[in-house]
DNA sequence: GCAAATTAATGATTTATTCAAG
DNA sequence: CTTGAATAAATCATTAATTTGC
């Protein structure tokens, strides 16, 4: 069931919005300005980290270890050991969807150990929740079988505790979070061998990625 | 098999992110900064339509559970006509999800009519894609049916045509997104009546929101 | 011992659901 | 009851591990 598809094609845009150059940055929900203060609302970035170091690392090379930053290139954020371990101790302290303050901060802790943003810690703790929720689902009915491999058996040692423990601090049924929204230029220039399609989006691009 | 893991647990963090005030304005997908100009990537926000306006509301009370804090001064995004009617118009001319410079764009725009934000428009293309769509299928479930209220069957005026054209144009089936991220400051004094609880969240709330 | 080919993980997005303000 | 806002589930896409052929 899913099948979307489009067609899509008339109805020319018009001018409507002339086209700029920026990239905004949008979307991080946000608490609203509300009343007063709604003046200015500095933003500022996490470019922080953004070394631009990353030497053309060719692959490998490094071996595993010192990741260390980031990507070369520059595409996805590969977090290093300190990173993974840090996000797994908060996780474990029961943190699951951070709210913007404190993503702001695991950021610029996590920064220390390499190049990250905030939306890296943000998918990061939806990801693990989400596959630490399947992989308990695939557990908790292959138990009444015959498990093979994977060892779904908890070992029955000090650990166990720890997982009953998690289990107890499931995530929130549902909540409403509060994210704040921005833009942000964008660097249009992308370069990336990766697809380049996309580029009749000229004005309006209708179709947003045809990909 | 990868593993990363870590035994972690060493590395005392300590202090491990000292609590400020501001708050992040986070999360917005990006782009990416590849390679190059992993410079600056300016950011700059929408608060251009944070008119003080909206009245200080108050929020009752706080009646019920209030989550978070949000906004005294303003709840939630209040479309006008013409705001609705230039959306609708872009939907209809075939925009589904658009992109961070779209967006910003069509926020800027809407803006001269009323107060808004980018996330406005990114849930309303969000929202009202996901509505066509379950109004679509109730209406090709219940033909067959005695559908009574909400005249789930097309009128077949010359506005049958237009629906038509709707389902062709469905939206995208996957295409990767280009947001980008940011964070912003937050007012911290948030005051907001309704629930201040978990508010052992000194330094770094473990457990979020617990609603 | 390497590097292309394959597979397992997991980062990043999109779609589906749910909640709740008005 | 309509619909803005937010979260969770489903997917897609890359990258790191592994495996395999020389």
Redesign the interface.
Known sequence: MK???????????EP?????C??????????????????????????TF???D?GPRKLDANRHSPPVETH?????WNPT??Q???L???YR?????????????????LGKYGKI???NV?YWFQNHKARERQKQKRNSLGLGHCPRNTAPITPITLDTRVEIIMER?ED????????????????M????SKEVENRT?EL????????
Request: aromatic share 8%.
């Open positions: 099948v979307h598809q489009l067609g899509r094609g008339f109805w020319e845009q409507l919005l002339s086209l700029g920026k990239r905004l940055r949008p979307l991080a929900p946000k608490l609203h300005s509300n009343s007063t203060d709604t003046t200015t609302v500095s933003s500022f970035d996490l470019k953004i070394r631009p990353c070369p290139g520059g595409t996805r050991q300190e993974i371990g840090i797994e101790m908060l302290g029961g943190m699951r969807t951070p709210n913007a303050q404190q993503i702001e901060q695991i950021t610029e802790q943003e905030g939306k943000f601090e929130s049924p549902y909540k409403r979070k509060c994210r704040s929204w921005s833009f942000e230029e964008e660097e220039s992308r370069s990336s989006l309006f691009p209708l179709h947003p990625e045809s990909r």
